[in-house]
């Protein structure tokens, strides 16, 4: 079977195609290299240097034929969808619908599709499931949530059988500081680099999965009969003052960062319940911060 991962090269994307690999699927990478990394992915990864945007993503469907998308090409910085909505949605509203129509058009079994626990806002009620009201609060989370409306009517229309997959925070190893976003990988990369640190906010609080808990979660979607939509979450709440403090601990490095406030557009609180992934998708996650972090730190380190 054949699984077409478009953005295979990012941060998550390269931890699915491992996934998918270990798994005995046979693996092709759409990629723009605008995140993505080769050197995230196996030598001999078939790969296409493709934006979803661009007319060449009809000819990859046509020459590949995937019996699988897993779609995770994206805009994935909350504020860099304020600086330029217009790009935020070009990826992650036209870029989508163009994944879809082509996986409508080439009879693709299953389309996986990444979203984000921003689509939620701020919920009242915590851990929020997945009937909770959905309340946009910035650019990103609104093309998130549009993407995730086009993968149901083409499956309501077209009988193309989609998971949507709302992330809460994703971290660990081939997370990049600098361009995406990642509050654990630049608290990581600022505390080894001994570099000035900030913290915007404090008391917000983020439910933080582990990268390869969300490789298996794509995976096993995938191979799912079930369709809908999933949070994919540690349903665990942490602060960004917890996680800074756990962090240094772990990295056994101290420093004192700058206290700066919470920036605009920001969720106070995101702690997703994962219940329904566990019961219907038989998903779990298996690592706990702790693990998390402690396995990052150690990539950062070796990679230095
Ligand atoms: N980037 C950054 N964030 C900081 C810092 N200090 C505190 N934070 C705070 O840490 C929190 C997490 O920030 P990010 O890791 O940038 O993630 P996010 O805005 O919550 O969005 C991420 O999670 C979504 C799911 O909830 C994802 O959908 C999205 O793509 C992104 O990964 C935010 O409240 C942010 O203000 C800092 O120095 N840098």
Redesign the pocket.
Known sequence: MKVLITGGAGFIGSHVVDECIEHNYEVVVVDNFSAGNSRNLPEDCKVYCVDINEAHLKNVFEEEKPDYVIHLA?Q????KSFEDPIQDGLTNIIGTLKVLEYARLHCVKKVVI?????VYGNPQVLPVDEKFPLNPL?F??LS?WSGERYAQLYESLYDLPSCIL??????GPRQNALG????????IN?LLNAEE??????H?T??FIYVKDVAQACRTAMESTKTGIFNISSCSETT?NE??AMTSLLAGITAE?QK?P??QG???K?F?GNEKAINELGWQATHSLEEGLSETIVTYNASK
């Open positions: 994206a994935a910085s909350v504020m990444a979203s984000s626990a921003a910035s990103y989370s998130k709302r992330f809460s925070n994703v971290y995406e976003a990642g509050v654990v990988s630049i608290f600022q640190m900030v913290i915007y906010g404090g917000q983020r439910d960004i996680l800074f960062p700066y919470l920036r920001e969720i106070e995101s997703l």
